[in-house]
């Protein structure tokens, strides 16, 4: 017990141990500055890198969206290109007064002078395919 005992030991008073323990505490305060400005750097670019994170993730799901709605967009072009040519031919036929009478005599049973249509149902119609 006699080992633990506190010693009090006298400081010297000198201009040069006022001036290094000035000096200690000067830089004690710059290094907890130091800390300090680290440490706000460092929130800042965690913040900053946060934002640019989500905005990158952001960005790239509306723009696979937008790539999705044109691929889209473009398979209805085609469709629709297809059936404004079909259209077109069907213009062209329409104009042509043998096609007219022929869709006539199918679809309306229109008869020329002189002709009998027969009417076979449906399900006749596939058992002879068969």
Do not use: W
Not at 69 to 76: D, I, S, Y
């Amino acid at each position: 017990m006699s080992s633990v005992k506190e010693k009090n030991i006298a400081k010297i008073q000198s201009t040069y141990v006022h001036q290094q323990e000035v000096a200690e505490i000067a830089s004690a305060r710059k290094r907890k500055l130091l800390y300090r400005r680290l440490s706000l750097f460092l929130v800042f670019a965690a913040v900053m890198s946060y934002l640019m994170i989500t905005s990158f993730i952001s960005q790239s799901s509306t723009l696979d969206k937008k790539v999705a709605q044109k691929r889209q967009l473009e398979q209805e072009l085609t469709q629709l290109k297809k059936q404004q040519q079909m259209l077109k031919e069907d213009i062209v036929k329409l104009n042509d007064d043998d096609y007219l009478a022929k869709l006539a005599r199918k679809e309306y049973f229109f008869s020329e002078n002189g002709e009998i249509i027969f009417n076979i149902p449906e399900e006749n119609k596939g058992k002879n395919n068969q």
